[in-house]
């Protein structure tokens, strides 16, 4: 289903902000219950990831009751080790789900609870992902999406114009080659994962992976093949022998325009205030179209990207499960979008004032086209909700491999990804 949305992130800021960002309108109603309740909620990586911590204290200041207590998981084995827990009896009371394909698997397990009547903000983005046959079994707190970063100075010293929200991938490609003529950096950085291909494919196509069809991703493989062999981005092989950051080939200027994920921005600005990265003016472009029919500021671009949510353990204590309602509401409100930006995380649900407090945060871009990049959007997910999606994605992942590093043709890696589809899925 295509869902039209507009989502806004902020930048690096002190947590005290953060939570005087939850003063005004939008906040949730008091956990009901006959007294102090405490929640635990899993997440992984919080030295370095404050969203959690942040949704927990704001929650809070609303709601003096109501603990959340944070439960840390090892992030390269953050659903397994969540799975054992859950099997064992100890799981934590509000899961975070980091990645929509293990939505059903908890699901199927009959360890999610519904919350189909949690109430979520109008136009807020991917809450559809933990849908399962019409049942709500998550909310969305946060919604990455992909846009296109570039560089201004190397566009200016190139004497090529900026991307003004016009751009089809015929004019990226234009741009890249001409980037690269002037021999100052490559036009364009690509990064080794699928989506870089796949995801624009997927959503600018209307495709359903879960179909086994892939032959709409021929043109989208062919094009960047030539832009690497005329030498306008690095190619699939050498990134990947000198395993190239995404972060290091744009921050050090080694490209000039790079496809990345919403993400990027307060790692970018964080970099140049550290001097990891250089220290030059950039900004932010929707990111090119298939067709002109979605291009201009009139339109809606179409890009890509799942979003992140909360569900409840079925297995929670009977006590405090409106507690936990009342936690996924406020995760998806106005009140929790404001905290959620002003540390550089892009919200499931955005309005005009957590836009302007975005742009108006030190090191962000200020022009127009960034905003608009950053506010609007067709946002469709890279992974449909389903128990095949995890199978699915790994054949396109071999489909992905083997075209990029040359090993075989186009063609026929679509084919052995299809016969695959067939054998494997079904």
């Not at 509000?94 to 999610?112: A, R, S, W």
């Not at 809606?300 to 979003?307: A, E």
């Given at each position: 289903m295509n869902r039209k949305f507009a989502a806004a992130g902020g930048l690096a800021v002190v947590a005290s902000l953060a939570l005087a960002a939850c003063s005004g309108g939008g906040a949730s109603e008091p956990a009901a219950s006959s007294g102090p309740v405490t929640l635990s909620l899993s997440g992984w990586s919080l030295s370095t990831t404050p969203e959690f911590q942040v949704l927990a204290d704001a929650?809070?200041?609303?709601?003096?009751?109501?603990?959340?207590?944070?439960?840390?998981?090892?992030?390269?084995?953050?659903?397994?080790?969540?799975t054992a827990d859950l099997a064992a009896g100890v799981g934590p009371d509000?899961?975070?789900?980091?990645?929509?394909?293990?939505?059903?698997?908890?699901?199927?397990?009959?360890?999610?609870m519904d919350v189909s009547d949690v109430e979520l903000p109008e136009g807020i983005g991917g809450a559809s992902s933990y849908e399962v046959d019409g049942t709500a079994y998550g909310v969305p707190y946060r919604q990455d999406r992909w846009v296109l970063f570039y560089n201004k100075a190397l566009f200016d010293s190139a004497g090529v114009d900026y991307p003004d929200g016009t751009w089809t991938w015929d004019d990226y490609d234009e741009a890249a080659v001409a980037l690269s003529a002037a021999g100052?950096?490559?036009?364009?950085?690509?990064?080794?994962?699928?989506?870089?291909?796949?995801?624009?494919?997927?959503?600018?196509?209307?495709?359903?992976?879960?179909?086994?069809?892939y032959g709409y991703l021929k043109g989208y493989y062919d094009r960047v093949l030539k832009l690497q062999d005329e030498g306008a981005q690095i190619d699939y092989n050498t990134s990947a022998a000198n395993q190239l950051t995404y972060q290091g080939e744009f921050g050090k200027q080694s490209a000039a325009m790079m496809p990345m994920g919403t993400w990027y921005v307060a790692?970018?600005?964080?970099?140049?205030?550290?001097?990891?990265?250089?220290?030059?003016?950039w900004g932010i472009a929707p990111i090119p179209q298939l067709d002109a029919s979605t291009t201009g500021t009139d339109n809606?671009?179409?890009?890509?990207?799942?979003?992140t949510g909360l569900s409840i353990n079925a297995g929670i204590d009977e006590a405090k499960v409106q507690a936990a309602k009342d936690f996924l509401a406020f995760a998806a409100?106005?009140?929790?979008?404001?905290?959620?930006?002003?540390?550089?995380?892009?919200p499931a649900y955005s309005d005009e004032d957590t836009t302007d407090a975005y742009f108006a945060v030190e090191g962000a871009p200020s022009d127009d086209l960034s905003k608009f990049a950053w506010s609007t959007a067709e946002v469709h997910p890279e992974n449909p909700t389903s128990n095949k999606t995890a199978?699915?994605?790994?054949?396109?992942n071999d489909l992905h491999t083997a075209i990029m590093s040359g090993s075989t043709p186009v063609d026929t890696a679509i084919k052995d990804a299809e016969a695959r589809f067939a054998s494997e899925v079904g």
């Open positions: 929650f809070h200041e609303q709601n003096p009751d109501v603990t959340v207590e944070l439960k840390e998981y090892d992030a390269a084995e953050y659903n397994t080790l969540l509000i899961i975070t789900q980091k990645e929509v394909k293990f939505v059903t698997t908890f699901q199927e397990g009959g360890q999610l100052t950096a490559k036009g364009a950085y690509q990064h080794r994962w699928q989506s870089t291909v796949q995801g624009f494919a997927n959503a600018q196509e209307d495709a359903d992976i879960l179909e086994g069809d790692t970018l600005i964080s970099q140049q205030a550290s001097g990891e990265a250089d220290d030059f003016e809606t671009p179409v890009t890509f990207g799942d979003p409100s106005a009140d929790a979008a404001a905290a959620l930006a002003a540390i550089g995380i892009t199978t699915v994605q790994g054949i396109l």
